[in-house]
Each structure stands twice: as structure tokens, then as C-alpha cells.
């Protein structure tokens, strides 16, 4: 997602915004953007509480960190995706590398995506009340099960402002007591 001054001003005011695209071999692009009231600390030591993502984050259901060498994690991960009855559990292993406190990478090193890789970009941005995070989400996404690309479009569309809220207001409370 590209934030033309448009854009941003929007996120600073509140807005969560989703963007969405459709690429080559059934690929899903899907980025979202938020602004927390939270310095970046905050919001990366949410984002790496790696064995307490599914308290945290919703539709985690599980989250444990395997491996940690310096920057480089390696996370097992479940997660509840779909709509309606159409709800499956998806279970991936993902390599992190983090650089502390601005990016955090990922990709599917196992599991059930052909794709499954992207970012959290974490940038420091002054506001009235302070320092907050405008945090942004990336990724290129393909189930490696039966999902027609509308459908994987329309949950992302779904669940990815339920999850930016929800890191918004965890992070929120964090940074206010």
C-alpha cells in the first residue's frame, strides 16, 4: 500500500485501511495500515511476544517461538481463517527476522500456504498526544488448500481491521498504565 499524504492523514485520524490486490498464480496482496497511540517498543514487544500471540492477537489460537538465533526467529503458528461455517484451522511455521524496532519480515518455512510472507513496518510518527506507531502489515498470501481467490480476498478483507484494532487497543493500554 502506497500512503499518499491522503492516505496517511486519514490513518492519523483514526482509520484503519485495507488495500487488497489479486496477483499472478492466485496470489493474494493484502496490506493494512493503522495508527496506535503507542510508542514502537510498545508495539514490538506485542508484535515478538511471540508465545502469547493468540491472547494478544485474534485469530491466533496458538503461537510458540521454536527457535531464536540474534535476529532470526523461527515461530510455530495456528490460526482460525475463513467465514461463516467455512472457518479452518491453518497451522505454518514462519522464519522472522526482526530489526529492532522498525521491521519485522516473515515467511512460511512450513505449513499450510504455497505464499505466505510479508512485513509489519513499524514507523515512529509525532502526534498531539505524543509519540505514537503507524503500523503497517504486507503480504502475499496463497492457501495451499482449495480456496477461490474471492474468497481468500473477501477474508482478508474481514480479518485484517479486526486485527489491526485489536493490536491498536492492546497497545494502547499498554502505553496508558
Known amino acids: 500500500m502506497t500512503l499518499t499524504p491522503e492516505k496517511r492523514a486519514r490513518i492519523m485520524q483514526g482509520e484503519i485501511l485495507i ?67 467455512f472457518e479452518k484451522t491453518v497451522n505454518f511455521t514462519l522464519k522472522v527476522e526482526e530489526v529492532f524496532p522498525e521491521h519485522l519480515y516473515f515467511s512460511q518455512i512450513g505449513g499450510d500456504f504455497q505464499v505466505y510472507e510479508g512485513e509489519w513496518r513499524l514507523e515512529a510518527v509525532d502526534s ?8 503497517t502489515y504486507q503480504a502475499e498470501i496463497k492457501p495451499d488448500f482449495f480456496a477461490p481467490q474471492f474468497l481468500v ?14 493490536i491498536r487497543s492492546y497497545c494502547e493500554s499498554r502505553a496508558n498504565g
Open 153 to 166: 480476498s473477501f477474508v482478508q478483507s474481514q480479518d485484517l481491521p479486526t486485527i489491526l484494532k485489536a
Open 19 to 85: 488495500d487488497l490486490d489479486w496477483l499472478p498464480d492466485g496470489v493474494i496482496g493484502a496490506s493494512g495500515s493503522v495508527f496506535i497511540e503507542a510508542e514502537p517498543p510498545v508495539v514490538w514487544r506485542m508484535l515478538t511476544d511471540y508465545d502469547h500471540l493468540y491472547e494478544t492477537m485474534p485469530k491466533v489460537v496458538s503461537s510458540r517461538l521454536l527457535e531464536s538465533k540474534n535476529q532470526t526467529k523461527i515461530i510455530a503458528q495456528s490460526g482460525k481463517s475463513g467465514i461463516f461455517i
Open 128 to 135: 498531539d498526544s505524543g509519540t505514537g506507531t503507524l503500523l
